[in-house]
Each structure stands twice: as C-alpha cells, then as structure tokens.
C-alpha cells in the first residue's frame, strides 16, 4: 500500500524540465530559443547567443507571441492619428547597398545572355533570388525586378447589379481631414470599421446554422478564399471616393459562424452613409474556370505525362487544357465563378486620438493575434464541430488558387503543374482546418501607416531598453553571425538552451528593475512598464 501510494506521489511530481519551461515562460522569455556563433571580428572571440524564436502563436511561444502582440499594438497606435505625412525622402543607398545591387545586375546580364543562347538558367535564377533576399536584408526597399506573373486582362466592364461609385482623383495625401469646434479647437478624427461577410443562412448564439441542411457552405468557403481580394477593392474604393491615400491598419479573424471579418483603423473619417454607398459599389469577381462539373473523381485521376510535363485523361489518352488554355475558353458570355461581397451588417465608429476609445479599439485589432484562425473561437458542442466539419469538407475540393491541385478534379491542369498532384490534398493552407479557408495575413497594414516596418519599431524598443541599462548597441559591422546546427561541437541541446535564457532573464530582470527605481527616483514614471529584451 505504501509503494502504491509513493508511487501515486512520484507521478504527482512535476518533470524537472517542465519545470525550467514554466519558468522561462514566467519569466517571458522565448521557450524555443536559436542558437547564433558570433564571431568578434576585432578580437576573434567566439561568443553563443541565444535569440528569440519570434513566433507569433502563443500555442508554440507564449513570450515571442505576446512580444509580436504587443509591437502590432505600438504600430497601430503609432499611425492611426498621425498629424504629418509619415514618409520622407528615402535615404542614400549606402556602400553594400551599391555593392549588392552592382552584384545583382551582373547576375541578371549572365542570366539573360544564357537565356538568349537557349542554355538552362535555373542555376543563375536561384543566384538571382539569392541576391535579392540579401539586397533585402541590406535594408532596401521593394525588388529590383518585379514579379514575372503576366497579368491577364479581363474584361472589366461593370456589374449591372452594382451601383456606380462616384470617382475622385487620388492625391498622395494621407492624412484625414481636420474639424473645428465652436470652442476654436480642431479635431483630427479617425475610424474603427468592423466588415463582415454576407448570411450563409440564419446562425443561432453559438454560431451554428438553424438549418444545417440550407446553410450556404460553398459561398461561405469561397468568400473565405477571396476575402484577402475583396479588402483590397474596398481599399481601392475607398481611395477613389474620399480623393486621398487613405491609410489603414486591419486585422482579419472569425466570427463565432466561422466566417472571416476584419476589424480596420483607418486614418481620417467619412460617414455611415458614405461607408454605405462604398460597400454597395465593392464586389470582388473570381475569372476562374468552372467547376459545377466534376469530371475525374477519386477513382479516375488525370494522369502525369513526363515527357511534356501536363496530365492526361485516363479515359481518352488526350491532354487536359492547360491553366491559360482553360481561362481562355472562358467568354464574354459566361459568368465569374464566384463574386465576393461585404454583408449588409457593418460597424463604424469615429475615434479620437489618445481617447479611451482609442485604446479600446486597438485592444480588438490584436486581441485574437495569438491564436490560430480556428482557435479563437474554440468549438465545444457537439453541432459547433459538426459545422467546423461541414465548412473544413466543403473547403476540400474548392480550389484555393490558379496552382491547386483540385483543378485536375474539374479537367483542368493547374498554372505550374508537377508530378503527384492529387486533388482533395493540395498543401494550400486555405484547405487546412485551422485556417477556415482564409489563407492570407492576419494583418494588413498600408505602406504609409506610420512610416515604418515591424522592425523598425522593434528596433525603437530595443533602444530603448538598451539606453535603460546603459548599454551601447554593438557595431553590427564588428560581427559575423553563423547559425549552429546540430553536428557541430558547440551545439547546445534545447533544455540546455532554456536554462541558459532563464539565467538571462534573471539577470536582465534584475538589471531592468534597478534602472527603473533609478530613473523614477530622478522624474517620475514615464517610462514604459513593458520594456524587455528582444
Ligand atoms: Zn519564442
Ligand atoms: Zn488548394
């Protein structure tokens, strides 16, 4: 009986790793730290450094997530009521800027003759978009070359449907209007828009349909697909009425029916009636082939000719139509596979800078950003994931993009087609269950909302913290950086890695509260309350 019950006891006893988990995790630090040699190229030394994974799921890194919560956060606030234009002239392109660039053009004349000559250039294309990932890295804006896709034009004549939107010209202005008060004062309003999709049939509280047997599955998985589209035209519609470059931070999440809708702040103000007139006039129309007829199921998949690399019909021998061939047959006369619309149901409120609403609102915009699409509303009823089940078996067969797999199942080879395609397992996330369809970012910001990238406000926050303690930022230049793999001798395993960060943290905690009972002796408390290390 006494072995029993110490055994009982022993298993009620926590995993010593678990623990030194807890602990990081108590500590906000990263629980799946990256080890980096870096080398000191004055002195030679070696040095490990443990870097944050900077993952933005909680479920993976609670500490990297919250972090990336928190810099959204700072960015949405930073833009929203921005009084002066947030951009200026670009810097000079500095010395390995130039270097990079002088690199990539030689690279692209290599390139192009080999093309010329007929020779393979797959060796030169990688080389090609190796230099450009590091001509990014060197803090250069936007590509050298843009993207290759052709742009197909379709007709683009207007929907009788839809009302006309009247037009402005666009000015490169992104700040709203100003309003003055009898009082003399002036106002520099902004905006918190909810959208949402259309009814798919009639939901109950917990979000499930009435009447399963009616509810529009296949709309709801293809406004899904295409909602990333449809924000865009708003967007697009949004600047042609109001006659400037209205600027926006959103972010897109599910409502408890599982259908996305996207919280914006958008910097200036138009009214409920204006915002009306815009949503009437925004459709988004998919040119894509049809799909009402299947025409190979599982049982008589197309078949992988190598030699010309397309699929044959099983059946006749005879290749399917290849992705242009297949827009192509579509006519003036045929419909759009599918049109996306905004629902009827909007929210719009006018928000003032550094009100309570503010914070409020910017509280929403990242609330969910943790979490996976299809966690932020966990299904608990037996009906809630009968109808995840329903919208996740609908979302199999829909094609996600020009290059799905399930193309083949309506004859048709999908755009860059390969060997092993096989429709019902296209690896495009939109098929994936925790994502309900909605492939795209989770938040979408305009280029010009506060005039800077993530990184630069996560660069503000690390100076931050760094003038706190003190610390002068190292000379980047004085480093080199190489990631340590597995194999090498001065591999850290991962439990060895995380005692290492708690060790930091404490340090760092010691260090932070120190200086902040220092500086509060000197001023006050003006200093933020959740400054940490990157
Ligand atoms: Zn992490
Ligand atoms: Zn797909």
């Not at 030169?124 to 742009?151: F, H, W, Y």
């Not at 120190?514 to 001023?523: C, F, I, L, T, V």
Request: net charge positive; proline share 7%; aromatic share 6%.
């Amino acid at each position: 009986m006494t072995r029993s019950g110490t055994r009982a006891e022993r298993m009620r006893m926590p995993f010593a790793r678990d623990v030194v988990r807890e602990l990081a995790i108590t500590h906000g630090a990263c629980i799946r730290p990256v080890q980096l040699r870096r080398t000191d190229l004055h002195t030679g030394q070696v040095e490990q450094v443990l870097v944050p994974c900077g993952h933005t799921l909680a479920s993976v890194c609670p500490a990297c997530a919250e972090r990336k919560k928190a810099l959204r956060a700072a960015q949405c606030r930073e833009g929203w009521h921005l009084d002066r234009e947030p951009v200026g002239t670009p810097d000079p392109p500095d010395d390995e800027q130039l270097m990079w660039v002088e690199l990539r053009s030689d690279a692209q004349k290599r390139r192009d003759a080999a093309r010329a000559a007929g020779q393979d250039t797959a060796e030169d294309d990688q080389l090609n978009s190796d230099l450009d990932e590091q001509i990014t890295r060197s803090g250069v804006r936007g590509k050298v070359l843009p993207n290759q896709a052709a742009r197909r034009h379709r007709s683009t004549r207007r929907r009788q449907d839809t009302p006309d939107l009247p037009r402005r010209k666009v000015t490169a202005r992104t700040i709203g209007k100003t309003y003055t008060a009898p009082s003399g004062k002036t106002f520099r309003p902004s905006m918190f828009i909810t959208l949402t999709c259309p009814s798919y049939g009639r939901v109950g509280p917990d979000g499930t349909p009435i009447d399963p047997g009616s509810y529009d599955y296949r709309q709801a998985a293809r406004d899904a697909l295409h909602f990333a589209a449809l924000f865009d035209r708003f967007i697009q519609n949004l600047r042609r009425f109001l006659g400037y470059d209205v600027q926006y931070f959103a972010a897109v999440e599910p409502q408890r029916r599982l259908a996305p809708h996207i919280h914006i702040a958008i910097r200036g103000t138009l009214s409920r009636t204006e915002l009306r007139q815009v949503l009437a006039a925004t459709y988004h129309q998919v040119w894509w082939p049809p799909t009402d007829q299947v025409k190979h199921d599982d049982a008589h998949l197309p078949v992988w000719h190598d030699a010309s690399g397309r699929y044959l019909d099983p059946a006749t021998g005879e290749f399917l139509p290849t992705w242009d061939e297949a827009l192509d047959a579509i006519g003036c006369e045929d419909d759009p596979l599918h049109v996306a619309r905004f629902g009827q149901r909007f929210d719009a409120q006018g928000v003032l800078a550094g009100s309570r609403d503010a914070s409020k609102c910017i509280g929403y915009l990242v609330k969910y950003l943790t979490k996976h699409i299809a966690d932020c509303h966990g299904t608990q009823t037996g009906a809630q994931n009968a109808h995840a089940e329903r919208l996740a078996d609908t979302l199999r067969y829909e094609p996600c993009s020009p290059t799905c797999a399930n193309w083949l199942r309506y004859g048709v080879t999908p755009k860059n087609p390969h060997q092993g395609l096989r429709p019902g397992r296209c690896h495009g996330k939109a098929h994936r269950r925790e994502h309900l369809g909605y492939a795209g970012r989770r938040v979408l910001v305009s280029r010009k909302w506060s005039g800077k990238t993530l990184t630069d406000h996560r660069a503000d926050r690390q100076a931050w913290l760094l003038a706190m303690l003190g610390i002068s930022a190292a000379d980047a230049s004085r480093y080199t950086w190489e990631p340590v793999t597995p194999g090498d001798p001065d591999h850290m395993p991962p439990a060895q890695r995380l005692l290492h960060v708690v060790a930091d943290r404490q340090r760092w905690h010691a260090a932070l509260t120190q200086a902040r009972a220092r500086a509060n002796g000197k001023q006050g408390t003006d200093l933020p309350a959740t400054g940490r290390a990157a």
